[in-house]
């Protein structure tokens, strides 16, 4: 399986911006498509952008459009996630998730290896 590690966390003030990356490694990532999810304390684990493999099509949660944008570079086997105009709602564990098989990209049960998680807290 493909080992996935996610970097670019932290604490930013309320409209604030980070980066997050996702650095694969193990199996070819342009087999993958490729998730972002996070999870607050007591909350479900929820997709919040999605891209295929090939780059192609996206999917974002309504609560983040227009302010997060995923993008991925096949050749440097890293995912980003830019992340604008934050807010203290954004707080939680970012999660990226990856899947070889098809289907919706939002679907969470489909993505079967994931990172560790990367803590985003944006105050307020």
């Known amino acids: 399986q493909v080992q996935l590690v996610e970097s670019g966390g932290g604490l930013v003030p309320t409209g604030g911006s980070l980066r997050l990356s996702c650095a694969a490694s193990?199996?070819?990532?342009?087999?993958?498509?490729m998730g972002w999810f996070r999870q607050a304390p007591g909350q479900e684990r929820e997709c919040v952008a999605a891209?295929?493999?090939?780059?192609?099509?996206?999917h974002y949660a309504d609560s983040v459009k227009g302010r997060f944008a995923t993008s991925r570079d096949n050749a440097k086997n890293t995912m980003y996630l830019q992340m604008n105009n934050l807010k203290p709602k954004s707080t939680a564990v970012y999660y990226c998730?990856?899947?070889?098989?098809?289907?919706?990209?939002?679907?969470?049960?489909?993505?079967?290896?994931w990172g560790q998680g990367t803590q985003v807290t944006v105050s307020s």
């Open positions: 998730a990856a899947r070889s098989t098809g289907g919706v990209l939002a679907n969470t049960s489909l993505y079967d290896c």
């Open positions: 193990g199996r070819t990532f342009s087999n993958y498509d």
């Open positions: 891209i295929r493999r090939s780059g192609g099509n996206t």
